[in-house]
């Protein structure tokens, strides 16, 4: 009863590990490796209920039933070395003669092994039961000495194309594949010796931990750093670098989720208006326009180095004061409009700014706060210009 044992607690790790391939609809937010790897992972589902139904059958004496059983096993037993083999060409992305040579390789074992099924009625060649007792012929070895071998190439190649490898991620994960192979050659070489111990069972959930933990996670942290980067890119101002308006729309939500929650802590809100950006469009063209842009944005930068910036129109920014920033707000932004004041005396980049914080109790949202904060940095875009209305801002060198 141990063979069929083994054969449970396989089954049961293979769909633990790999729980995420059983939910229903993800396969088309799988790429092609991974897709390759799903269609395997379930021809092993397959190979694990025959291997346990066999040896429970053949444990039993119900010759019928464990004929069947066996018949099921060497199927998928062999069509999971098909998946694997086809696993591992996509995995690798090489379409050259050797990966065709292995492609050839398990269509064969895989041919072999229905038609040497298919004569095994007619003459045992493969397995027959003698008196409730199992027995094994050359066919049985034909195939699983065809599958070392092929498990052999695959771990040759793997290796080889790991060595190619820069990347260290890519690297291990091309290594590990190789290795499961290694794995599964030797513990076919086990059951070969020792038919009626579940060796291949041991060999599969073995190598199956191995790409799982290796592999399928190392395809996952690949994919999320490409989605972070993708994320990035969309919400990053292509002009300044900072955030840009959908970012901030989020930014926006999370607030406002946070105060309903009664999660958010002390934060403020600077509201910037970079001055006379039409007269500069108008007076010396866009392109010197977009660098006032820019200037202005690195003076706000500049100060507010610890805050997150968000460019939420033309000439409007936003920046968000938390931690340091928020503690020093005041003095920060007192900094700024002194430089600010030079900037119209000496003729430099002028951006306005408003300054409000949130108030717990009285602040249902981020708007709230965003109007006051709005409606003091035009108070003092108005004190900006009195100051120097007769003069148009100069671009900065």
Same mark, same amino acid.
């Given at each position: 009863?141990?063979?069929?044992?083994? /054969?449970? +607690?396989?089954?049961?790790?293979?769909?633990?590990?790999?729980?995420?391939?059983?939910?229903?609809?993800?396969?088309?937010?799988?790429?092609?490796?991974?897709?390759?790897?799903?269609? %395997?992972?379930?021809?092993?589902?397959?190979? @694990?209920?025959?291997?346990? +139904?066999?040896?429970?059958?053949?444990? +039993?004496?119900?010759?019928?039933?464990?004929?069947?059983?066996?018949?099921?096993?060497?199927?998928?037993?062999?069509?999971? $070395?098909?998946?694997?083999?086809?696993?591992?060409?996509?995995?690798?992305?090489?379409?050259?003669?050797?990966?065709?040579?292995?492609?050839? =390789?398990?269509?064969?074992?895989?041919?072999?092994?229905?038609?040497?099924?298919?004569?095994?009625?007619?003459?045992?060649?493969? %397995?027959? @039961?003698?008196? /409730?007792?199992? #027995?094994?012929?050359?066919?049985? +070895?034909?195939?699983?000495?065809?599958?070392?071998?092929? @498990?052999?190439?695959?771990?040759?190649?793997?290796?080889?194309? &790991?060595?190619?490898?820069?990347?260290?991620?890519?690297?291990?994960? #091309?290594?590990?594949? *190789?290795?499961?192979?290694?794995?599964?050659?030797?513990?076919?070489?086990?059951?070969?010796?020792?038919?009626?111990?579940?060796?291949?069972?041991?060999?599969?959930?073995?190598?199956?931990?191995?790409?799982?933990?290796? $592999?399928?996670?190392?395809?996952?942290?690949?994919?999320?750093?490409?989605? =972070?980067?993708?994320?990035?890119? &969309?919400?990053?101002?292509?002009?300044?670098?900072?955030?840009?308006?959908?970012?901030?729309?989020?930014?926006? &939500?999370?607030?406002?989720?946070?105060?309903?929650?009664?999660?958010?802590?002390?934060? =403020?809100?600077?509201?910037?208006?970079?001055?006379?950006?039409?007269?500069?469009?108008?007076?010396?063209?866009?392109?010197?326009?977009?660098?006032?842009?820019?200037?202005?944005?690195?003076?706000?930068?500049?100060?507010?180095? #610890?805050?997150?910036? @968000?460019?939420?129109?033309?000439?409007?920014?936003?920046?968000?004061?938390?931690?340091?920033?928020?503690?020093?707000?005041?003095?920060?932004?007192?900094?700024?409009?002194?430089?600010?004041?030079? #900037?119209?005396?000496? *003729?430099?980049?002028?951006?306005?700014?408003?300054?409000?914080?949130?108030?717990?109790?009285?602040?249902?949202?981020?708007?709230?706060?965003?109007?006051? &904060?709005?409606?003091?940095?035009?108070?003092?875009?108005?004190?900006?210009?009195?100051?120097?209305?007769?003069?148009?801002?100069?671009?900065?060198?």
């Amino acid at each position: 009863m141990y063979y069929t044992v083994i /054969g449970l +607690l396989a089954l049961v790790l293979h769909c633990i590990i790999n729980i995420e391939f059983l939910l229903p609809g993800n396969t088309s937010q799988l790429n092609s490796a991974m897709r390759r790897y799903k269609e %395997f992972f379930c021809s092993v589902i397959v190979f @694990y209920a025959a291997d346990i +139904l066999w040896g429970s059958f053949t444990e +039993l004496k119900i010759i019928p039933l464990a004929y069947i059983a066996a018949m099921a096993f060497f199927m998928s037993m062999v069509w999971s $070395v098909l998946k694997w083999t086809q696993f591992v060409i996509e995995y690798l992305k090489r379409n050259n003669r050797f990966t065709e040579l292995l492609s050839y =390789g398990a269509w064969a074992i895989f041919i072999f092994e229905i038609l040497a099924l298919m004569l095994n009625f007619i003459l045992p060649v493969v %397995f027959s @039961y003698d008196d /409730g007792e199992y #027995h094994t012929y050359f066919g049985r +070895l034909l195939t699983l000495i065809a599958q070392v071998v092929l @498990y052999l190439f695959t771990t040759f190649y793997s290796m080889v194309e &790991a060595h190619r490898q820069e990347d260290g991620i890519a690297k291990m994960n #091309h290594a590990s594949i *190789g290795i499961s192979g290694l794995i599964m050659a030797a513990f076919i070489l086990f059951q070969v010796l020792m038919p009626n111990v579940p060796f291949y069972s041991m060999g599969c959930i073995i190598a199956g931990c191995i790409i799982h933990t290796f $592999v399928v996670q190392g395809e996952k942290l690949y994919h999320t750093k490409e989605l =972070g980067s993708v994320k990035m890119v &969309a919400y990053r101002d292509p002009l300044t670098g900072v955030k840009n308006k959908q970012a901030f729309q989020e930014m926006k &939500a999370d607030v406002d989720m946070r105060i309903d929650t009664l999660q958010l802590k002390d934060f =403020g809100i600077i509201v910037f208006d970079v001055n006379g950006l039409k007269q500069v469009n108008d007076n010396l063209g866009h392109e010197e326009g977009d660098r006032y842009i820019i200037s202005g944005c690195e003076v706000i930068c500049k100060t507010f180095r #610890h805050s997150a910036v @968000y460019r939420i129109g033309g000439d409007e920014f936003v920046a968000i004061l938390e931690g340091d920033d928020y503690l020093q707000r005041l003095d920060l932004l007192d900094q700024f409009d002194q430089m600010m004041e030079e #900037h119209v005396r000496e *003729g430099g980049v002028v951006v306005s700014a408003g300054l409000d914080i949130f108030r717990a109790g009285r602040d249902g949202d981020f708007n709230s706060i965003f109007e006051r &904060a709005d409606q003091r940095m035009y108070e003092k875009k108005k004190y900006l210009k009195s100051l120097k209305t007769d003069a148009a801002p100069a671009t900065p060198a």
